[in-house]
């Protein structure tokens, strides 16, 4: 999770979702230089987030969505968990102005 924790690593999997890109074409949409975007590419790979093939004289990196899955899937439970409260605080909320409008 700590390889998600930085914005412009988040930037390069949202880019990776379109498809495979090199290093080249990913640093054209960050506002950071190649060795930046390099690092973080770096970074996402020992996560297992990216996978790297080399062809010809450049590497392409590709997003691997399995861990992100079950990233999604562990985060399910949470997900429902902050669903239920904000559902309860909604009624509240609803509640709350109903009472005013009564005294209004």
Known sequence: MQALADP??????RSLRDGPAT????????????????RHLRV????????VEHQAQFRLYRLRPE?????DEWLGDYR???QQ???ALHTEVARGKKQRKGKG
């Open 8 to 13: 412009s690593r988040r930037t390069v999997l």
């Open 44 to 51: 996402l790979r020992e996560a297992g987030l990216v996978e």
């Open 23 to 38: 290093v080249t074409e990913l640093a054209a949409q960050l506002p950071i230089a190649r060795p930046g975007v390099s």
């Open 67 to 71: 861990p992100l899955a079950e990233l």
């Open 85 to 87: 409260r904000f559902d």
């Open 80 to 82: 429902a968990l902050w």
